[in-house]
């Protein structure tokens, strides 16, 4: 028996070799199999609809009877439509419920796009890492235990499995920016006493079954547990190792994913079921928004120091609905109702349309239009990016008057280098490259409009696109690529790198003037002005051998002019809603150096294989998460205000003066105006004490859609039948927001504002600077306020002067004081007649 022995184990291995080989070559043909299905359903689409019926009438603390006799009353809708039969087929091809008394509307799901260490220090919550004595830090407890809700494309995780029908997550150790920045011991951090916890807690049931929407305050992560279950929507479940990293339980509180709608009409782009964020957007934001205080932070060495969030000790939670850059309208929705489900304090938002809305009927038929109005209603604060089609007119969206709006600002820092050309020029740009060229050494340099291949246009070779320079005639120079068209600005360093270049030259077109932006580049670049591309180009046709060198890039803080409007910022007015101001407010959005995920590199290029654990990215998607901190802060300092009073406070004690003292100025140098940057630059500090608010309930946001045409029928469907139009809607200029805009001025018109007191009493005085061409009256000019909460109402009266007709949008503003507090309000006046 012993001899035999080794030959049945021999027998057996084989046995096994040849099992596991079958089942392989099994599962190979099966994944063929859904690859084809996969690639048939691609190409054979049929749109998805929403039907949407806005706010129930259990509200956020609904039981689980409540919520299944909603769902019941949901199927029984839809078998009204389809047909009993098929009443749970939620997939159904086309439905016509529009005059269905329940149903407040139906809409095409369509995608959504993503609006692609320094601004603390720079807005004065700190200042050489210290804190500053009236720092809002200080106020608000660091934003302690409120909750901050990310809507984008998921977190960075270092791992991710499957354990029966439950996605679970493991948190990437290295996840410093989403670990509790007050303790790393496993039994303070998780086993702390019931009155640390967070107010809202998520908890799963052992069963799989769902489980209580809140858990009682008490609720905290088990000291002897290896993992913290958290309960999401749809009973996807998230769990965090507590073994790896124990802090996180305290942080970062929930992550869940939205697909559905995605897998419906682009499957190909949904690489998995998992809250994994491919991409860093959605990592770079909410570590802006609500990330810890992590030492040493830096990409590829720039912008080294201390990367934190706005609100640091502010509890995040992840809500992956966007994929491969794209996000589904009812995967949208679904967050949404999520996050108000979960309990979020703040709803950040850093994607959007395109394009501004078509009409005003079109408001129902945006996703975050109406998301975040029933967010609103239950006293959610939702921040949302401005869009980054600038510097044009009328590009802003996200415009609605109950979220706000952010536009991008610049910080006093900068990452320049310089080029030298064989003439002895010196011209600035910028860069964040990764490698460098010999100090010493002068490199030749040639036009990419004459160093394409064969039968590429010069307008095509000029752009740089992958495969379209000769390497003929590019290998060993430093290529001059023009900057724009539909090729991103790295993947025409990498076209460069591959066809033998190396370094490159970026130089703006006429279009884009001065404005210039950092890059993580793979070869040595940098980026130059609309000014020195000119000179460039009179160098470059001067002499048959042109050279050059690009030194190193460097870091360099305290720069003049800052803040300034970045040139990607969407502008107003708002074709849309053009009697509300929008954006409200600019906050940093121009190389801000944030968490990132290792999945990707920096540049996203899949043949860039460099990854760093911080990212430094522009656009008003890095803008909003400033805002959704700052309003974080407030959320922890002032409990009691409203979406509306916060939002208040934040822009009417904005800057518009840069740190030299000037107005603000645009990307092209010229003076800024409120299209551009809304009430002004953030300024948190002040935002804390205001004195006076704007004020508005969701009673209030009901009757401005009435102003705008909607009936009582569809408010009384928004708001669960608790609102009905009034009998005379008020003019929708009058909607008590904190800047004024009259964009049809014929002859003289009044409108009306409250002021409340959120501060000591005291008497405040109004002074104003008239948009030119305008004469206006402010009446009464005293508000005396005896108490807080206190509220009184004042009118301004607006009367064009008739030899200035004509002159398009003008700006002006009105200062409320008490000596002490500066109520300030942008007035825009468009003057017909």
Same mark, same amino acid.
């Given at each position: 028996?012993?001899?035999?022995?080794?030959?049945?184990?021999?027998?057996?291995?084989?046995? *096994?070799?040849?099992?596991?080989?079958?089942?392989?070559?099994?599962?190979?043909?099966?994944?063929?199999?859904?690859?084809?299905?996969?690639?048939?359903?691609?190409?054979?689409?049929?749109?998805?609809?929403?039907?949407?019926?806005?706010?129930?009438?259990?509200?956020?603390?609904?039981?689980?009877?409540?919520?299944?006799?909603?769902?019941?009353? @949901?199927?029984?809708?839809?078998?009204?439509? *389809?047909?009993?039969?098929?009443?749970?087929?939620?997939?159904?091809?086309?439905?016509?419920?529009?005059?269905?008394?329940?149903?407040?509307?139906?809409?095409? /799901?369509?995608?959504?796009?993503? @609006?692609?260490?320094?601004?603390?220090?720079?807005?004065?919550?700190?200042?050489?890492?210290?804190?500053?004595?009236?720092?809002?830090?200080?106020?608000?407890?660091?934003?302690?235990?409120?909750?901050? +809700?990310?809507?984008?494309?998921?977190?960075?995780?270092?791992?991710?499995?499957?354990?029966?029908?439950?996605?679970?997550?493991?948190?990437?150790?290295? #996840?410093? $920016?989403?670990?509790?920045?007050?303790?790393?011991?496993?039994?303070?951090?998780?086993?702390?006493?019931?009155?640390?916890?967070?107010?809202?807690?998520?908890?799963?049931?052992?069963?799989?079954?769902?489980?209580?929407?809140?858990?009682?305050?008490?609720?905290?992560?088990?000291?002897?547990?290896?993992?913290?279950?958290?309960?999401?929507?749809?009973?996807?479940?998230?769990?965090?190792?507590?073994?790896?990293?124990?802090?996180?339980?305290?942080?970062?509180? =929930?992550?869940?994913?939205?697909?559905?709608?995605?897998?419906?009409?682009?499957?190909?782009?949904?690489?998995?079921?998992?809250?994994?964020?491919?991409?860093?957007?959605?990592?770079?934001?909410?570590?802006?928004? =609500?990330?810890?205080?992590?030492?040493?932070?830096?990409?590829?060495?720039?912008?080294?120091?201390?990367?934190?969030?706005?609100?640091?000790?502010?509890?995040?939670?992840?809500?992956?609905?966007?994929?491969?850059?794209?996000?589904? +309208?009812?995967?949208?929705?679904?967050?949404?109702?999520?996050?108000?489900?979960?309990?979020?304090?703040?709803?950040?938002?850093?994607? =959007?349309?395109?394009?501004?809305?078509?009409?005003?009927?079109?408001?129902?038929?945006?996703?975050?239009?109406?998301?975040?109005?029933?967010?609103?209603?239950?006293?959610?604060?939702?921040?949302?990016?401005?869009?980054?089609?600038?510097?044009?007119?009328?590009?802003?969206?996200?415009?609605?008057?109950?979220?706000?709006?952010?536009?991008?600002?610049?910080? &006093?820092?900068?990452?320049?280098?310089?080029?030298?050309?064989?003439?002895?020029?010196?011209?600035?740009?910028?860069?964040?490259?990764?490698?460098? #060229?010999?100090?010493?050494?002068?490199?030749?340099?040639?036009?990419?409009?004459?160093?394409?291949?064969?039968?590429?246009?010069?307008?095509?070779?000029?752009?740089?696109?992958?495969?379209?320079?000769?390497?003929?005639?590019?290998?060993?120079?430093?290529?001059?690529?023009?900057?724009?068209?539909?090729?991103?600005?790295?993947?025409?360093?990498?076209?460069?790198?591959?066809?033998?270049?190396?370094?490159?030259? #970026?130089?703006?077109?006429?279009?884009?003037?001065? &404005?210039?932006?950092?890059?993580?580049?793979?070869?040595?670049?940098?980026?130059?002005?609309?000014?020195?591309?000119?000179?460039?180009?009179?160098?470059?046709?001067?002499?048959?051998?042109?050279?050059?060198?690009?030194?190193?890039?460097?870091?360099?803080?305290?720069?003049?002019?800052?803040?300034?409007?970045?040139?990607? $910022?969407?502008?107003?007015? /708002?074709?849309?809603?053009?009697?509300?101001?929008? %954006?409200?407010?600019?906050?940093?959005?121009?190389?801000? *150096?944030?968490?990132?995920?290792?999945?990707?590199?920096?540049?996203?290029?899949?043949?860039?294989?460099?990854?760093?654990?911080?990212?430094?990215?522009? =656009?008003?998607?890095?803008?909003?998460?400033?805002?959704?901190?700052?309003?974080?802060?407030?959320?922890?300092?002032?409990?009691?205000?409203?979406?509306?009073?916060?939002?208040?406070?934040?822009?009417?004690?904005?800057?518009?003066?840069?740190?030299?003292?000037?107005?603000?100025?645009?990307?092209?140098?010229?003076?800024?105006?409120?299209?551009?940057?809304?009430?002004?630059?953030?300024?948190?500090?002040?935002?804390?004490?205001?004195?006076?608010?704007?004020?508005?309930?969701?009673?209030?946001?009901?009757?401005?859609?009435?102003?705008?045409?909607? /009936?009582?029928?569809?408010?009384?469907?928004? /708001?669960?039948?608790?609102?009905?139009? %009034?009998?005379?809607?008020?003019?929708?200029?009058?909607?008590?927001?904190?800047?004024?805009?009259?964009?049809?001025?014929?002859?003289?018109?009044?409108?009306?504002?409250?002021?409340?007191?959120?501060?000591?009493?005291?008497?405040?005085?109004?002074?104003?600077?008239?948009?030119?061409?305008?004469?206006?009256?402010?009446?009464?000019?005293?508000?005396?306020?005896?108490?807080?909460?206190?509220?009184?109402?004042?009118?301004?009266?607006?009367?064009?002067?008739?030899?200035?007709?004509?002159?398009?949008?003008?700006?002006?503003?009105?200062?409320?004081?008490?000596?002490?507090?500066?109520?300030?309000?942008?007035?825009?006046?468009?003057?017909?007649?």
């Amino acid at each position: 028996m012993a001899r035999r022995r080794p030959l049945l184990v021999a027998a057996a291995v084989v046995l *096994l070799c040849t099992a596991e080989w079958h089942l392989a070559q099994a599962y190979k043909k099966a994944s063929e199999m859904i690859e084809q299905l996969n690639a048939l359903r691609f190409r054979i689409q049929f749109p998805s609809y929403i039907v949407y019926l806005g706010a129930h009438a259990y509200g956020r603390d609904a039981s689980a009877k409540e919520h299944a006799r909603a769902t019941e009353s @949901h199927h029984d809708l839809l078998g009204s439509v *389809l047909g009993r039969q098929q009443k749970k087929n939620h997939g159904c091809n086309s439905i016509d419920g529009a005059e269905h008394p329940d149903v407040v509307t139906v809409l095409e /799901s369509k995608m959504l796009k993503l @609006h692609t260490t320094r601004s603390w220090d720079f807005m004065d919550l700190e200042r050489d890492g210290q804190i500053l004595p009236d720092s809002i830090w200080k106020h608000a407890k660091f934003g302690q235990d409120v909750i901050i +809700a990310n809507l984008d494309s998921g977190k960075r995780q270092s791992d991710a499995c499957r354990y029966d029908t439950i996605v679970k997550v493991v948190v990437d150790l290295r #996840l410093s $920016s989403f670990t509790d920045a007050r303790s790393s011991d496993p039994v303070k951090a998780c086993g702390r006493s019931p009155t640390a916890s967070p107010t809202t807690a998520w908890a799963r049931c052992p069963s799989g079954g769902r489980a209580p929407a809140r858990t009682p305050s008490s609720t905290r992560c088990p000291a002897t547990s290896e993992r913290r279950f958290f309960h999401l929507p749809d009973t996807r479940h998230v769990f965090l190792c507590l073994v790896l990293i124990p802090a996180v339980c305290r942080k970062l509180i =929930g992550a869940t994913f939205f697909n559905k709608d995605m897998l419906l009409n682009n499957p190909a782009v949904v690489d998995a079921n998992w809250t994994r964020d491919t991409e860093g957007h959605g990592t770079h934001t909410l570590s802006t928004a =609500g990330g810890s205080f992590v030492p040493r932070a830096s990409l590829f060495g720039y912008a080294n120091g201390t990367a934190e969030g706005g609100a640091p000790r502010a509890r995040v939670a992840a809500y992956k609905v966007c994929w491969s850059g794209e996000c589904a +309208a009812a995967d949208v929705l679904a967050g949404f109702e999520a996050a108000i489900h979960d309990g979020a304090d703040v709803i950040s938002v850093s994607f =959007g349309q395109d394009a501004p809305l078509a009409d005003v009927q079109s408001l129902f038929h945006e996703p975050v239009t109406l998301g975040s109005l029933h967010a609103t209603t239950q006293g959610i604060s939702v921040v949302c990016s401005a869009g980054n089609s600038g510097p044009y007119d009328d590009t802003v969206v996200n415009a609605a008057p109950w979220v706000t709006t952010v536009a991008a600002s610049t910080v &006093d820092r900068d990452f320049p280098n310089v080029l030298t050309l064989g003439n002895s020029v010196h011209m600035k740009g910028v860069s964040l490259e990764s490698t460098t #060229l010999h100090s010493s050494q002068l490199y030749p340099m040639v036009d990419a409009r004459h160093a394409g291949i064969a039968d590429t246009t010069p307008y095509a070779a000029a752009d740089c696109g992958m495969g379209t320079l000769d390497p003929a005639k590019v290998k060993g120079k430093i290529v001059v690529c023009v900057r724009g068209g539909d090729i991103p600005r790295v993947t025409k360093g990498m076209a460069v790198l591959n066809a033998g270049g190396v370094g490159m030259i #970026l130089a703006n077109d006429r279009m884009d003037g001065d &404005d210039i932006v950092a890059d993580p580049h793979v070869l040595p670049a940098t980026m130059i002005t609309y000014t020195e591309a000119v000179a460039l180009h009179n160098y470059l046709t001067s002499t048959d051998n042109p050279v050059a060198n690009i030194s190193p890039s460097k870091t360099e803080v305290g720069v003049k002019n800052s803040p300034s409007v970045a040139g990607f $910022s969407s502008r107003g007015p /708002s074709g849309t809603l053009p009697s509300v101001l929008k %954006p409200d407010i600019a906050a940093p959005g121009v190389d801000i *150096l944030a968490a990132f995920t290792e999945y990707v590199s920096p540049t996203e290029l899949a043949s860039d294989k460099r990854r760093s654990e911080y990212a430094i990215l522009s =656009g008003t998607s890095m803008a909003c998460p400033h805002i959704s901190g700052v309003i974080g802060l407030l959320k922890a300092a002032r409990p009691e205000w409203s979406p509306a009073a916060m939002r208040s406070a934040i822009m009417t004690t904005a800057r518009t003066q840069d740190n030299t003292g000037a107005p603000m100025r645009d990307h092209d140098g010229t003076e800024a105006t409120a299209f551009a940057y809304g009430a002004g630059n953030v300024h948190p500090n002040r935002a804390v004490d205001p004195g006076l608010v704007y004020d508005a309930a969701p009673e209030d946001y009901y009757t401005f859609l009435c102003s705008m045409g909607f /009936s009582t029928v569809d408010m009384k469907r928004l /708001s669960a039948g608790k609102f009905a139009c %009034p009998a005379k809607a008020p003019p929708m200029e009058d909607l008590n927001y904190p800047s004024i805009v009259v964009p049809s001025l014929r002859g003289t018109q009044t409108v009306t504002r409250r002021l409340r007191n959120v501060g000591r009493p005291a008497k405040y005085l109004a002074s104003w600077r008239a948009p030119i061409g305008i004469t206006m009256e402010v009446k009464p000019t005293v508000l005396e306020f005896s108490k807080v909460g206190e509220e009184k109402e004042f009118n301004v009266t607006v009367t064009s002067q008739k030899d200035k007709v004509g002159m398009g949008y003008v700006f002006g503003r009105l200062v409320w004081t008490d000596g002490i507090h500066y109520v300030r309000s942008p007035v825009v006046v468009n003057a017909l007649a």
